[in-house]
């Protein structure tokens, strides 16, 4: 977990262009004009040329040389192919691009043109994401999903013929009208499609999704009042942990669980706190101070940057990028918390030599503590999360956060639900 001088970035593209809103989604992303999308593209591109330029001006050091790209939404591939082709062409003419670079597109299932996966088979893409979320289909019609099962099945098949075989699938537990019955046949199916790695993600209940906003406000649309209880929701986590598991895909983070090897390598960047560079709308980006080859790291400030997540602004370029520098102190709470997030956990020494000793023993004893609340385990040298702190891992992550006003900025990474176009993938 401790952050040494990396020459590698990791590269977010955020395309926030939907054939529909789903009812549960908190992210930046809508259904917009067809004719945006060209121009779009343009900003994007204008954003890769003058990454360099910007960093210098901040003052952050922007690795030349990339082993992870991550196509997020929204719906990537509602983009013409020409325009895909096009913006995957620019992130190999600006950066330094690994031979084995892991390149991920999220997909929406049967939203998956011929010609758009040609492109991007041709490109190089060697990782999709599918978010399914159900593959009962009266479950995924009334979140305002636009597929069923026959469709996802179809694509993994078309995906597979491509030469695309390393494939995530997401599951929401908690969607309305879900049943124990239910979910079991989404795990049912999960494990019969073959896929090497699954995210399965409980429901996010904020104001920045229609179906959250009416659960909120104690309101029937969007079949709110059919909701699971959180105790079944949970229950329903909790068995699909058990029966992967089984499968022999294995959690190594509280919603993301693979076989061995097909961890998610540009997620995993952001919870062991590597650089990356966010692009797109409601894009974020976490890059290290420039400093000279002899000086610690932990003496240097980690910037985080995000743009606007207005359209119009950001087309426009009428609001910059909000930066906020994170200090040594900042830098070890988010150690802790998104440390916990993987099953590794967070080891000591490494905290201690990152950090220094006066530093981590505050935090070290509320570790301690929430272990003897059955909340962590530890081996000594490692804390991690139990079973039950999984569960209530926001209020296990909130013991690490310092009473200040900086805190609302931090809150989001430990929360898990709100993707910010990279502080926390909202897939894998």
Known sequence: MRVVPDDVLGIYVSVPFCRSKCTYCNFASGVYPAGEHARYVDRLAADLDGAPR???????????????????????TLLEPPLLARLLASIRNHFKVDSDVEITVEC????????ALGVLAAAGVNR??????????????????????????QDLRRLRGAGIANMNVDLIAGLAGQTPDSWESSLDALLASGVNHASVYMLEVDEYSRLGRELLSGGARYRAALVPTEDAIAEMYTRAVERLAGAGISQYEISNFSRPGCESRHNL???????????????SSMLSA???????????YVLRSS?????????????????????????????????LRLNTGVNIEELEGEFGCALVEPALETAHR????????????????????????????QEFLAASGEDRIVVALANGGSDEAGLVPHSA
């Open 269 to 283: 960047r952001y919870w062991q706190r590597r650089p990356y560079l966010g692009i797109g709308l409601d894009a």
């Open 54 to 76: 910007w960093a210098a001006l901040i003052g952050v050091d922007l690795p030349a040389r990339v082993d992870t790209i991550y196509f997020g939404g929204g719906t990537p």
């Open 307 to 339: 743009t606007t997540s207005d359209l119009r602004a950001y087309l426009d370029e009428t609001e910059a990028p909000e930066t906020s520098w994170l200090s040594p102190a900042r830098q070890h709470e988010e150690a802790w918390f998104l440390g």
């Open 108 to 115: 929406a299932p049967g939203q998956l043109p011929d010609e």
């Open 128 to 153: 999709v994401s599918l978010g399914v979320q159900s593959f009962v289909d009266r479950e995924a019609r009334g979140s305002g999903r636009l597929h069923d099962r026959a469709a996802v099945e």
């Open 370 to 397: 929430l272990a003897g609340m059955g909340l962590l385990e530890t081996d000594g040298g490692t804390f991690r999360l139990t079973a039950q702190g999984r569960l209530l891992s926001n209020e296990v992550f």
């Open 290 to 300: 420039r400093r000279e080859a002899d000086e610690p790291v932990a003496d240097k």
